[in-house]
């Protein structure tokens, strides 16, 4: 469904991603854990085109975006791309001058030319999923930040996208926001939608991955079922940094 074959990226002559090969199939979900700095959100930018890569491919659901790729090529591909596999940031990156509804039908409406009549049930259906069938009407400034990027999962998945990506979607909120939305991650989850989570909450990863890969300095150093590498991992650098995350936790508590 979405794949990563040898993504090599370098910033100021330092590698960046060095040789990154993930595949997250069909009805998966997956997530990419490591330190801050480790590579995880910039492998998502290169998926997008937001970042470009010096060697490697990337294909999502048949469509392929080889490095180096220019003009018609490069433009088609991640038009493709960015249709099959939109993205939930950290920060919200809603639209302040329409309201909820009109943030959903944005994509489906705006951007893709479908028919308002058709997708605009679909958009209040997706805002009751996600808890916000009363604020239709809504600007994204009255919101809190749980609220808003709960309309960003709606928006994405108003897209009707074979992936869905999320970059760390509840570093920017306070604890009760962030659970709400991990609430509604996991439900989708549950509903067999694929997905790729980069994420720093190694309990959300529990509950939400099927498998987890770990990022570290540039390279996936190991792969495997969410609960064998959470439990038992195999590298002393896993250990190392799974346990560097109990004892930041244990002191913030």
């Not at 926001?177 to 939608?193: H, K, M, P």
């Not at 939400?208 to 959470?230: N, Y």
């Not at 038992?232 to 346990?243: C, M, N, V, W």
């Amino acid at each position: 469904m979405i794949e990563f074959h040898g993504i090599v990226k370098s910033h100021d002559g330092k590698r960046v991603l060095d040789g990154v090969t993930v595949a997250v199939a069909a009805g998966e979900r997956a997530a990419l854990v490591g330190p801050s700095g480790g590579g995880k959100t910039t492998l998502l930018r290169c998926a997008l085109g937001l970042e470009e890569f010096e060697a490697g491919e990337v294909v999502v659901d048949g469509t392929h975006l080889a490095a180096g790729s220019r003009g018609s090529t490069r433009r088609e591909a991640l038009r493709q791309i960015r249709r099959k596999a939109p993205v939930v940031f950290q920060h919200f990156h809603l639209f302040p001058h329409l309201s909820v509804l009109e943030n959903v039908l944005s994509g489906p409406v705006y951007g893709l030319g479908r028919p308002r009549d058709e997708m605009e049930p679909k958009a209040r259906e997706l805002l009751a999923r996600v808890g916000l069938a009363e604020k239709l009407s809504a600007r994204p400034e009255s919101l809190s930040g749980g609220q808003q990027q709960r309309v960003a999962i709606a928006r994405a998945l108003a897209m009707n996208p074979r992936v869905l990506l999320f970059d760390e979607p509840t570093s920017a909120l306070d604890p009760r926001n962030a659970r709400e939305v991990l609430t509604v991650i996991t439900d989708l989850a549950r509903s067999g939608q694929t997905m790729l989570l980069v994420t720093h909450d190694l309990g959300f990863a529990r509950r939400a991955a099927d498998t987890i890969h770990v990022m570290i300095q540039g390279r996936v150093i190991e792969s495997g079922p969410a609960r064998q590498v959470l439990d038992h991992p195999r590298e002393d650098a896993t250990r190392s940094f799974f346990g560097s995350v109990l004892e930041t936790e244990g002191n913030a508590v």
